[in-house]
């Protein structure tokens, strides 16, 4: 494919909710362009975008895939995204490397999904264009619809394309542009122009009336001109719906049926024609990043005279082309297997070779320019939000903001050997999958994986069979509980054992003071007078540290304290660090039974997002799993319902609040700080805590 130059890209993100058909518009849309011979379909699971075994296992989109090609002389890079919030921070992400969206909505209706990418779109200031899609199906009403988005999105429509035809016997559409009818012709990818049917003709007048009008809004040129001649030319229509798309005054709207190729040449049409190119994007939402080195705002024109930057906005491990970078160029351009800088991880990179994408088909290419969007192979450092610039000039964009998992399961290797492979292989997806996260907690000593959902945790867990061929179970994770003391107290260490020859003799007396919340642990020296000798206070504290590893409530750690040992006596042959190390830990243990010991659980800061008539219901749920409300908020058409909330009492909250409010409503959360745990509880817990010590040594 010949290189293009800026001005002749568009970069398209396609969005929508599971099932509106977003994947097989864009099937249709490469197929309308004569990149592929015939359509998949979702059913078979040959669709071009969807191609890995889960995708078409689960007949959904799970990742962002990036179909490239050319539509009359201008190169699109549609990159279909996921529906299902599960997988939202791929959209995300793809969003940031957009210029435009293309915003699918199915005949039956809006869905709360396609809010969460609205308010991300809105942050972004994307211009949109709307395809109403599956108006083939029995009972769609085109301009319901059209009242529903309206409301929705809170954004004014502008429909350039009618309907054809209604339910089953849709035809085609009628381009209110050019006055044309569009069917598609038989067992071809081209489509052919007819008479607009006579009984149309006032709804078609009324419409393009309101087209021309919207047009006209965008200027006061065109306002004159409007208004002196009662009308416009197409091509003055096209500059005016072009203007005010890419100023977000309004949404193009058009239609169609994606699975009968309906419509798709009529909205390739008006992709080009009024969603921005990056230059025409740069005019409105400048590409501002910072210097990494002072700190100072840098804006960089995507232009071939500007320095090189690029910004990585997705990772993928491709089992024949190895570690694949996406990266959308900002400015300047880059030649295949060049040097430049990752300016967020301070490192130099030997670039691969380039490639441009369509589904899974790579097509080499020696050099980008830009606003394209492309792979780069096998870079060893560089990760999905960095930037990669030229080293003289350097500069860091801001990467998408996605929020935190909020499902944790334990995992346990199906197999003991696979302990290894588990872990290396989930690192490798979580590289891929920055909604993931993969840790080992040290405390609780489980391999612990974090994700946005159940889905989301359940189809991880395919890859990792299928790609790494490891099996694993999944388990509620242990709570980290801690101890801490509620008031000073002193104890006695004294440890002395006489074995012939040289004995072991220390002894050691220890206050122990309570620390604020989050306090953590400090140890003083107090002793006057040589009582102890200085070289073995650090076996005291050393032995100090050790028993706080497992508190005497339940073995759980102890923070928030302070130790000081203030007195004790020694031997002059038979004292060692060793003994002074055993007299700290039982001067330790003895001084928190005085102390009046309690258990501390994890608490978290939680958002819940749901309709209106459902936040009484989330509140009560709420307050039975000991939550303190601590305020609402107004989102949009939703109410965000802010608590703090023991996380004992929400490790399985997300299958709960799905079946609370019919999937309706989605939470955030955030670790807060440590809480004081009911009595009542407590008791349960160390009881709960000693049985399991007890099975795991039987």
Known sequence: MTQKTTDSIRNVVLASYPGAGKSTLAEALVYSAGVIPSMGSITNGNTIADFEPEETQHRHSISSAILHYEWQGTTLNLIDTPGSLNFLADTKSSLHAADGVLLVIAASGMRMEIERVWEYIKERELPCVIFVNELDKERTDYETVLGEIEKTLESRCVVVTLPLGKEGELQGVIDLMSGQALTPVPNSHKVQQIEIPTELSTQVEEFRKKLVECAAETSDELVEKYLAEGGLSEEEISDGLSLGTRKRMFIPVLCGSAIRNIGTSALHDALIRFLPSPLQRAEIFKC???NPQTGEEVTREPSPEEPFSAFVFKTGIDPFMGRLTYIRVQSGSLDADSHFFNSVRNSKERGGHLYHLLGKKYTQVEKLVAGEIAAIGKLKDTQTG???CVDRHPIRFPAARLSRPVMSFALESKSKGDIDKVSLGLHKLVEEDASLEFVRNDET?????????QTHIEITLEKLRRKYGVEVNLQTPKVAYRQTIQKTAQAQGKYKKQTGGHGQYGDCWLQL???????????????????IPRNFIPAVEKGVVEAMHEGILGGFPVVDLQVSVYDGSHHSVDSSELAFKVAGSMGFKKAMEAAQPILLEPIMKIEVTAP???????????NSRRGRILGMDTKGHNQVVKASVPLAEILKYAPALTSLTAGKGFYMMEFSGYEPVPREIMNKVIEEQKMAKQAVSS
């Open 513 to 531: 003071d309570p620390l604020p919340r989050g306090g953590g642990f400090e140890f003083k020296n107090k002793i006057v007078g040589g009582a």
């Open 445 to 453: 000593k489980e391999m612990l994986l974090s994700g946005v959902g």
């Open 612 to 622: 209106d008539e459902m936040v009484g219901a989330i509140i009560g749920d709420l």
């Open 386 to 388: 960095d930037t990669i």
């Open 288 to 290: 501002v990043g910072t």
